[in-house]
């Protein structure tokens, strides 16, 4: 058998659909879980369905359906907007999901400057947002994440979407401008700092 029908250099494209049931104490739900290969990188696209955004206290346990989170319960305080965290726990970035807001993270354990870089210029060159005031251009944060997936080192989270990657691919920016200001609750307001630093335009 011979591969004579193959095309070079065309690259099969995989859809995963996955159908389940959740229930979430009283309150059941069902709906699709929908992932699509995007970009380059092994790139994922995955929609979950929105589960409720329930606020428990900063620093309790939180277990989450996706990997990284991108909707359920979380902290009741968020991370400020337009900042860098070196580290930021994921019950403060899914409130920032749940306020419309971007969060692109990245998981490189022995270093990727280049890769935090590429993340931090779609920060910046993303549109400056009207509801934002002060030093917060827009609802966009940077922050490691060493808890994701170990062939992931790129992803990037609004509310019930999620995007992982293997390495940095353009697609970040297409994300960021497709799924902006998606969250239940629309809203610019400005988190705590914690130890993140501005970016600067």
Do not use: K
Request: proline share 8%.
């Amino acid at each position: 058998m011979t591969d004579r029908g193959r095309l070079p250099g065309v690259r099969s494209v995989l859809v995963f659909v996955l159908i389940f049931f959740a229930a979430c104490g009283d309150d059941a739900s069902s709906g699709e879980v929908v992932s699509v290969a995007v970009g380059g990188c092994d790139g994922l696209l995955t929609t979950v369905p929105a589960e409720t955004g329930s606020h428990v206290p900063v620093g309790t346990p939180i277990e989450w359906s996706t990997d990284p989170p991108a909707t359920g319960t979380h902290f009741g305080a968020w991370a400020g907007w337009n900042r860098h965290y070196p580290r930021l726990d994921r019950g403060y970035y899914v409130h920032n999901a749940e306020h419309g807001g971007i969060v692109l993270l990245y998981n490189c354990p022995t270093g990727c400057q280049d890769v935090v870089d590429s993340l931090l210029d779609v920060a910046r060159n993303a549109e400056p947002d009207p509801q934002c005031t002060g030093v917060v251009r827009n609802r966009i944060i940077v922050a490691a994440d060493p808890l994701l997936p170990p062939d992931v080192q790129v992803a990037a989270v609004s509310w019930t979407t999620l995007y992982t990657a293997s390495c940095f691919d353009p697609y970040v920016t297409t994300f960021t401008r497709n799924r902006y200001r998606r969250g239940p609750e629309d809203t610019c307001a400005d988190g705590t700092p914690l130890n993140g630093s501005l970016i600067a335009p």
